[in-house]
Each structure stands twice: as structure tokens, then as C-alpha cells.
């Protein structure tokens, strides 16, 4: 398998542009996350997916963030329009389970600069 | 949500040299999480330990758990240069989700 799959790697946007990140989890696996890292902040959840169903997006940050599984292949991160404070390294992770007692698989990330 | 606390921030060692680091948490759990991130990377999994467990092993790794202490320690022997990376703790958090710590950055010099 060729792991969590998430493009693009890099993104460099201007405030109030519309970014969309991917993410294709390991096949077999129901539960998806997204998280967002920053120095100051480390490691948040933002959105939890089980079965393609949105379980726990309490770590939205605000209306401007959406996230979509239209089928157990996809997912889509959505920032619109985007700002400054949104810059980070986006990860996207799976895990063949729906409770927290087996490890995640991660994508490698998109760093995602608005300037 | 609670999150684990590691100590120490930073870490710098010499290679063949034991590392280790500790995660601190607040309330109860039914297992603990480590994983490893190197620079620009994604985390990558190490070991999962459960409540019932106080000690396990995987390769040059050895983890503990102290669940009377709300604890759990990574230790890396002979520690390689390939083994700089940052490294978290990662607790249950609801149903199904984990909550990171912010990590302990360990550097290994040749």
C-alpha cells in the first residue's frame, strides 16, 4: 500500500484565495482525521470521519474551514477565503479502526503558506 | 480534551547513547501512543500501550507505563543519528480520536 496520500506537499496562496487539500487514506481503513500543525500550537484536530460520516469537527477552526468524504477514497479540506493566521502543515491520517486504541498511519502533510 | 505533556522539550545526545523521555497526563486512559516525526515529514506510529501493561518493547525501544503516576517514559538505546527527530505522546481523547503533545525534540550527534 502507498500509505496516506495527500497533495499538493506545497501551497503558497494569496489571502482570501480558496485552498483545497486532499488527502486518499489507506483503503480498508474507516476513520480519517485532519490536523493542523504549528509551532505555537502543535498538533490539533480540526475534523474526524468515520465511515465517510463527519463524527467530531468541534476543531474547526470557523465557518471558513469545510471538509468533505464523499467515499471512503477521499477526502477534502477546504479554506475559503484564506488568511494569513492559516498557515501550517495540514495532515491528513487514517486508522483501520473507530476508537482510539490503534495507531494512525499520516500522510506526509501540506504546508500551506497565505501571504 | 487532555493532552500529554513530554519532558524534556529537547534532547541532545551522542550517538550509542540511551535517550529517553517522559509523557505526563491527566486523567485516566486506556492505552498510550508514541510517535516519531522527522523534519518536514508525517508522524509515523512507534508503539501502542495499553492501560494493562506496564512495560513493552520494539527493537531499540522501551516503553513503560505507570498509570498510578499518570506516566509513560520512551527509551531509546544506543541511539543512532537517524533517530534526530521530534517524537509525541498521544492520548485518547472522546471515542475515537488522539490528542498530541507539542513533543521532545532529540537531536543525536555523530
Known sequence: DAGVIQSPRHEVTEMGQEVTLRCKPISGHNSLFWYRQTMMRGLELLIYFNNNVPIDDSGMPEDRFSAKMPNASFSTLKIQPSEPRDSAVYFCASSPRDRGDYGYTFGSGTRLTVV | ?110
Request: charged share 20%; aromatic share 6%.
Open chain 2, 1 to 110: 480534551s487532555q493532552q500529554g505533556e513530554e519532558d524534556p522539550q529537547a534532547l541532545s545526545i551522542q550517538e550509542g547513547e540511551n535517550a529517553t523521555m517522559n509523557c505526563s497526563y491527566k486523567t485516566s486512559i486506556n492505552n498510550l501512543q508514541w510517535y516519531r516525526q522527522n523534519s518536514g515529514r508525517g508522524l509515523v506510529h512507534l508503539i501502542l500501550i495499553r492501560s494493562n501493561e506496564r512495560e513493552k518493547h520494539s527493537g531499540r525501544l522501551r516503553v513503560t507505563l505507570d498509570t498510578s503516576k499518570k506516566s509513560s517514559s520512551l527509551l531509546i538505546t544506543a541511539s543512532r543519528a537517524a533517530d534526530t527527530a521530534s517524537y509525541f505522546c498521544a492520548i485518547p481523547s472522546g471515542y475515537s480520536t488522539l490528542t498530541f503533545g507539542k513533543g521532545t525534540m532529540l537531536l543525536v550527534s555523530p
